[in-house]
């Protein structure tokens, strides 16, 4: 039996300058872990948004063998999870019995996906890179959307070995906070032109003056603020994407000069670098049975490699609803198509 007095303490992040680490007591199951924080969801959302909007949970096993568990995890962070199928997302990266879950892996039926290698693939002192351009594929989830998610949670069913399939993630919050007022005036008011990826409008096809297709209603390109400011606590963070999920045709940024070479890019790529400064990043070398939780409006993330044709890997992932802010107020959703 599960113990249901089971609580949860939550700390400082080891390793990271934001985040916080949840503890339950030991002995507790993943089925008491979850319901611990489900009879305390106003302590557990505070210590989640007084840390910048990322939490780490270990040990929560049970999820591999009780998805739903995942699903139900995500419903304390805001009253809808995403229904894949009810989206233009592939079958078969979704979950074959909870469509609520994506899984992101290189075992069939899924899609494989497998970050390139940095050139080189080590800083010079020998450190995984982290900061923008050495580090590609920055990005927060869904943000060609409006609204975009809130909340993602993130799972480990199958991770691949230490020191391969990190995930990195950055402190939009605390990177915004140490921006120069100078930059903090120039930035303030513009918007990133945001696109999915695979839509035709990337650095390459810009560059190589390739015609975008035609686009359905749904992948339209969406404006989004650079600076975002928290629904929740009020603080501004920094929203942005890198290359992937820009558009380099009518962008990166509205209002700017276009394009790859322009003066949008050159700002776009400044802000990204400082973004993803080591000060504010954590690199994450997963367990099975991890567990996190992080805050789309507030911080972004990057996968790194790891050598598919050995090892597999597969991470289940679900996206939650509720709070976009008001900007975002009595909008349609962008990706649903009209009634």
């Given at each position: 039996?599960?113990d249901a007095?089971a609580?949860?303490?939550?700390?400082?992040?080891?390793?990271?300058?934001?985040?916080?680490?949840?503890?339950?007591?030991?002995?507790?199951?993943?089925?008491?872990?979850?319901?611990?924080?489900?009879?305390?969801p106003?302590?557990?959302?505070?210590?989640?948004?007084?840390?910048?909007?990322?939490?780490?949970?270990?040990?929560?096993?049970?999820?591999?063998?009780?998805?739903?568990?995942?699903?139900?995890?995500?419903?304390?962070?805001?009253?809808?999870?995403?229904?894949?199928?009810?989206?233009?997302?592939a079958?078969?990266?979704?979950?074959?019995?909870?469509?609520?879950?994506?899984?992101?892996s290189?075992?069939?039926?899924?899609?494989?996906?497998?970050?390139a290698?940095?050139?080189?693939?080590?800083?010079?002192?020998?450190?995984?890179p982290?900061?923008?351009?050495?580090r590609?594929?920055?990005?927060?989830?869904?943000?060609?959307?409006?609204?975009?998610?809130?909340?993602s949670?993130?799972?480990?069913?199958?991770?691949?070995?230490?020191?391969?399939?990190?995930?990195?993630?950055?402190?939009?919050?605390?990177?915004?906070?140490?921006?120069?007022?100078?930059?903090?005036r120039?930035?303030e008011?513009l918007?990133?032109?945001?696109?999915?990826?695979g839509?035709?409008?990337?650095?390459?096809?810009?560059?190589?003056?390739?015609?975008?297709?035609?686009?359905?209603?749904?992948?339209?390109?969406?404006?989004q603020?650079?600076?975002?400011?928290?629904?929740?606590?009020?603080?501004?963070?920094?929203?942005?994407?890198?290359?992937?999920?820009?558009?380099?045709?009518?962008g990166?940024?509205?209002?700017?000069?276009?394009?790859?070479?322009?003066?949008g890019?050159?700002?776009?790529?400044?802000?990204?670098?400082?973004?993803?400064?080591?000060?504010?990043?954590?690199?994450h070398?997963?367990?099975?049975?991890?567990?996190?939780?992080?805050?789309?409006?507030?911080?972004?993330?990057?996968?790194?490699?790891?050598?598919?044709?050995?090892?597999?890997?597969?991470?289940?992932?679900?996206?939650?609803?509720?709070?976009p802010?008001?900007?975002?107020?009595?909008?349609?959703?962008?990706?649903?198509?009209?009634?």
């Amino acid at each position: 039996m599960p113990d249901a007095q089971a609580t949860f303490r939550i700390g400082p992040l080891p390793g990271a300058s934001f985040g916080g680490f949840v503890e339950f007591p030991e002995g507790a199951d993943t089925e008491a872990a979850v319901a611990a924080v489900e009879a305390d969801p106003a302590s557990f959302l505070r210590a989640f948004y007084a840390r910048h909007g990322f939490l780490l949970m270990k040990g929560m096993h049970a999820i591999s063998d009780d998805p739903s568990l995942l699903v139900r995890f995500s419903r304390v962070f805001g009253p809808e999870v995403e229904d894949y199928t009810q989206t233009t997302t592939a079958r078969n990266n979704i979950h074959p019995d909870v469509p609520e879950i994506l899984v992101v892996s290189n075992v069939p039926p899924a899609t494989p996906r497998v970050p390139a290698l940095p050139d080189p693939p080590l800083t010079g002192d020998g450190r995984l890179p982290v900061q923008f351009p050495h580090r590609r594929g920055w990005h927060t989830d869904q943000s060609y959307r409006r609204p975009s998610p809130d909340i993602s949670v993130f799972y480990a069913e199958t991770p691949c070995p230490k020191g391969q399939g990190q995930t990195l993630y950055a402190d939009g919050i605390g990177a915004y906070a140490a921006l120069p007022d100078d930059m903090k005036r120039r930035i303030e008011g513009l918007a990133g032109i945001h696109v999915g990826p695979g839509r035709g409008r990337s650095e390459q096809a810009a560059r190589a003056g390739t015609p975008p297709p035609p686009l359905d209603a749904r992948d339209a390109p969406q404006r989004q603020p650079l600076v975002r400011t928290h629904p929740v606590t009020g603080e501004p963070a920094l929203f942005l994407c890198e290359a992937g999920q820009m558009d380099w045709f009518e962008g990166p940024i509205a209002g700017m000069e276009k394009g790859p070479d322009g003066d949008g890019a050159k700002l776009l790529y400044a802000l990204m670098s400082h973004y993803t400064d080591p000060r504010f990043t954590y690199v994450h070398d997963w367990d099975p049975g991890d567990l996190v939780v992080y805050d789309n409006r507030c911080t972004i993330h990057a996968a790194t490699w790891f050598d598919a044709d050995r090892y597999r890997r597969r991470m289940w992932r679900t996206t939650v609803f509720g709070n976009p802010g008001a900007l975002y107020a009595g909008e349609r959703r962008s990706w649903l198509a009209a009634s």
